[in-house]
C-alpha cells in the first residue's frame, strides 16, 4: 500500500501549494505591516505648523488616545481621505493631530486653508526623520495611539469609511475606556 | 473591422480546440480511427486561426488604431514601427495572445512531424494540447481580451512602457514563449503515455527532439532578458532573483533535468516513471510561472497589471491541468513498469544523481521565491527572500552536479568502475585544480570562490578533451577527419552543450570575482581612473529623438594614454509618458565591458556643469551569454541527429504498427 | 602523454592570453571609493527600498530610499555597526527592509530546506541503487545479460 501511495507525493505536495497560493491571491505583497504595532511610539517634538513657534511633543499627548495621520500637500490620495477626515474632526471622538511629511509649512498651510483643517494640531517633518522612526513609508498613513503612548494600529494608505467604521473607531472606544 | 475579424477568430479558434481536444479523446479511448484523425486538421486550422487572430492585433498596433482599448493602453503613433510591433504582446492581453499563438504553432508542428507516431498515441498528445489552448482562450476570452473597443477612441495613445521600446522587447518575448509553451509538448507526450499506459525507449526517442528544442529556446529567452536588463537598467546587474525571473528559471532547471533524463530512457529504458514526473513538473512550472506573474501575488518588476479575477482563473486552470496530470501520475504510474538494471558506479547513476541536484536547486529557488507569501498566507509576517538567500544556497548545490559533468560523459552505461575513471580522468582533473589555483593571481586577486568555480569550468573542458580524444582513439576509423565524422551530432551537441556550461561558470565567477564599480561626481573635462583605465567625462549634449528628448554624454576611455574608445551614455525623456531612461554607454569585449552611465546633473545649471557618473568594468560578463547560446547551439545540434529523422521512421513505423495494435485493447 | 602536454600549454597560454585581455583589477579599496563608501554600498545592496519594492536601497532613485540612505551613512558615521544598523531598520520597518532573511525559527524552513531536500534526495539515490543492485544481482545470468547489451549497441548509432 506505500508502494502505491508514493505515487501520490508529487500530487500532496501540489495540493498544499495551491492552497498557499489561494490564500496569497487575497493578500497584498506591496503592504508592509508595521513592526511597531503594541510598541511605544517613537518620541518627537517638532514645531506646529500653524504656529510654528510652538512645539508639540509626543510626551504632550499621555493620558488621551489620539490618531497620528501622516499627510503632505503634495500627496494627491490624501486628498481622497481628507473629507473623512474633516467629518471625524467634526464628531469629536478623538483628537486627530497631523505630521505634513516633507513638506513645505507655507505649502502644508495652504493646502489645509483649501481642503479643511481636522487637526488638532499639525507638526511639521521637513526631512522626514520622524516618518522613518514611525515606519512610514507611503502617504497618507494613521496611527491609534492609545493613552499609555503605545501604537494600537497603522493604517497603510488612505482611510476608508468601512476602515473608520470597522476598525478604527470601535478600536479607539475601547482604548478610551 | 479588423479588430473584429481577429475576435472572431479566436472565437473560432477556441471552438476547433474544443473539438481537438474532445473528439480524439474520444476516438483513442474507443479505437475510432475516424474520430482520432480529427486531431492533425483541427491542430492545423487552429494554429491558422490562431494566426489570424495575432495579425489582427499585430495590425492595430502597426496602423495606430486607436479605437482598440489594448493598442490605445501600450502604443503611440510616434512610436517607432518595430516597437509597434512589438507593442502587440507588450501587456499582459497581448502576451498571452502570443502565448496562444505558440501554443497553437508548437500544435501545429507536432501535427507535421510525427506522421511516424502511432495514431493513438498522436491523437491524444494532440488533444492535451488542444486542451491547454482552450484554457488559454477561455481566459482570454473571459477576462483579458485584447481586442476591446475604446469609444469613443483615443486621439493618441499612452505609449509603450520606455523601459520595453528597445530590440530586446522584439525578440525576448517570442524566444522566451517558444521555450516556456515548447514544454507542453513534453508535457503531452507524457499525459498520451500514461493515458494509453505504455512507457518504453521509443516514447523517449519520440519525446526527446521536442523537448530539446523547447529547452534551447527557453536557454535563448532566459539570456536575451539578463542581457537586455544589463544594458538596460542602468546599473550592470545580470541577474537579481526576481520572482519572474525565477519563474523562467525553473522550468530551465526542470528541462535541464529532463533531457538527461529522457536520454538514459531512451538508451536504457530507465527512469521511466521519473521522466514522466519530470515532463509534467517543468510544464506545470511554466504555467505557474505564468500564475505568478499575472495574479499579483508576488510583487516584481515584472508583473502585468493585476487583477484578482484573472488571479482566480489561472489558478483554477493551474490546479486542473497540474492537478489532473499528477493525479493521473500518481494512477498510472505505477503500473509504467520498472526500468533498466544499474549499478551504483553508472552513467546512470551519475545521471540520476545530477537529476536529483537539479530537481533539488529548483525545490530551493520555489523556496526562497514563495516563502514571503506562505508566511503572509499564514499571518506570520512579511519578510523578503533576495539575492543573499539565492547566491547562498543556489551555488553550492549546482556545484556538484557540475563537477558530475565531468565524469558522466565517461562513465559507462550500467557499470562503470571508478578506477578506470580515475586513470582516465587524474591528468584533467590535475591540470583543472592547478590551473584554477595559479589564474586567479593573474587575473588580480585570489579567492576561494573565483578558484572553485575556475576549478569547475576547467574541469568540465579538460574532461571533455579526454572524452573526445579517447572516442577518437577508440574510433575504428582511419584519418583524423572520418574519425570526427564518425561521431553523431548529438555527441558534438552534448560536448558542445557542456562546454556553454563551462564558459558561462567563467563568466559568472570572473565578473563576480573581479568586477568593478565606481559612482563619481564628474566635472567637464574630468578624469577618473578605474582598473587600468582612465575614464574623461566631457560633458553632454541635448540630442533628439523620434519619440523622446534625450542628453547625450561623452566619455572618453583611455589605456595607458591611449584613446581606446568614447562612449556615450544618455538620459532620455520620453514625450508620450514624461518618464525618464538612463541608456548605459557599454564597450562590449571578449575579455570584458566597460560600462558607463549618466547619474544626476549635479549643477545649479543643470546640464551644462558636473554629473553624477557610474562606471563599470564588468570582465568576462559577456561569457556569459555566449556560454548560454552555446548551450542552446549545443541542444538544436544534438536534435539534428538523423536518428530523430526520416531514415528511422520505418523503424518507428514497424514499432508503431505493433504498439499499435498493443493499444487497441 | 602528448596530449596532456598540449593541455598543458593551451591552458597556459590561455591563461596569458587572459592577462592580456584583462589588466590585473587592483584590490576594490585602490579603485578610488572610501572604504565607507564600500562598505555602504555592500550593506545598501542587502536592504529593499520600501517604495520600489524590486530594487535594493543602493539602486532605487526613490526619495524615501535617498532619505533612507541618508539615515544609514550617519549611522554609519557615528559608529554602529552593520548589524545595529540593520537592526535600526528592522525596528522601524519589519525584516521587510532585509533581502538576506535573518535566521529565526520562522525562516529555519527556508534555511535549511534546501540541505533537508539534498538529504532526502540523497537518501533516495541510494535506494534506488540499492534496489537496482538487489535486482542486477537476482537477475539472469551475467552472459546472458551482457550479450543482449551488445546486440543493443550494435543496433544503436552509438553513444550520444
Known sequence: ?177 | MIPEIGHFALILALLVAIAQSAVPLVGAAMGEPRLMAVARPAGQLQFLLVVVAFACLAASFVGNDFSVQNVAANSNSELPLRYRFAATWGSHEGSLLLWALMLSGWTCAVTLFSRHLPPVFLARVIAVMGLISVGFMLFVLLTSNPFERLVPPAAEGRDLNPLLQDPGMVIHPPMLYMGYVGFSVAFAFAIAALLGGRLDATWARWSRPWTTVAWAFLTIGIALGSGWAYYTLGWGGWWFWDPVENASFMPWLTGTALIHSLAVTEKRGAFKSWTVLLAIVAFSLSLLGTFLVRSGVLTSVHAFATDPARGVFILTFLAIVVGGSLALFAYRAGKVGLGGVFGVVSRESALLANNILLIVAMASVLLGTLYPLFLDALNLGKISVGPPYFDAVFYPLLAPAVFLMGIGPLARWSQASLPTLWTRLRWAFGVAVVAALLLPFTLGRWSPLIAAGLFLALWIATSSVVNLRDRLASSHQTGLLAKLAANSPSYYGMLLAHLGVAVFIIGVTLVKGYEVEQDVRLDVGQSVPVGGYEFRFLGVQPGPGPNYRAVIGTVEVRKDGRLIQTLHPEKRIYNASGQTMTIAAIAVGIGGDRYVSLGEPLAADNLGGAWAVRIYLKPFIDWIWGGAFLMAIGGLLAVSDRRYRIAMRRRDASLAAGSAAAAAD | MKARVALALLLLAGAAAATEMNPPQQSSDASGMSALDLRLKRLEGDLRCLVCQNQTLADSNAELAADLRREVRELAVSGKSDEEIKAYLVARYGDFVLYDPPVEPLTWMLWFGPFALLVVGGTVWWIVLRRRERLASSAASPSGANSAEQARKLLDDGDG
Open chain 1, 1 to 177: 500500500m506505500t508502494k502505491a501511495l508514493r505515487w501520490a507525493i508529487p500530487l500532496a505536495i501540489f495540493i498544499v501549494l495551491v492552497a498557499f497560493l489561494w490564500v496569497g491571491l487575497g493578500r497584498d505583497p506591496r503592504q508592509v505591516p508595521s513592526p511597531l504595532i503594541d510598541k511605544p511610539a517613537p518620541a518627537f517634538r517638532l514645531s506646529k505648523l500653524q504656529t510654528p513657534d510652538e512645539t508639540l511633543a509626543s510626551g504632550d499627548l499621555r493620558g488621551t488616545v489620539w490618531l497620528l495621520n501622516v499627510w503632505a500637500s503634495w500627496c494627491v490620495s490624501c486628498r481622497v481621505e481628507h473629507p473623512l477626515l474633516v467629518q471625524l474632526a467634526q464628531q469629536n471622538v478623538v483628537p486627530v493631530y497631523g505630521l505634513d511629511y516633507k513638506d513645505q509649512p507655507d505649502d502644508g498651510r495652504a493646502w489645509l486653508a483649501q481642503h479643511g483643517n481636522p487637526y488638532t494640531a499639525s507638526i511639521v517633518d521637513r526631512d522626514g526623520r520622524v516618518g522613518i522612526d514611525y515606519g512610514v513609508y507611503g502617504v497618507p498613513e494613521t496611527f491609534v495611539i492609545d493613552k499609555t503612548g503605545i501604537i494600537r494600529y497603522k493604517q497603510i494608505g488612505p482611510l476608508t469609511e468601512e476602515v473608520l467604521q470597522g476598525r478604527i473607531l470601535p478600536l479607539v472606544r475601547e482604548l478610551q475606556r
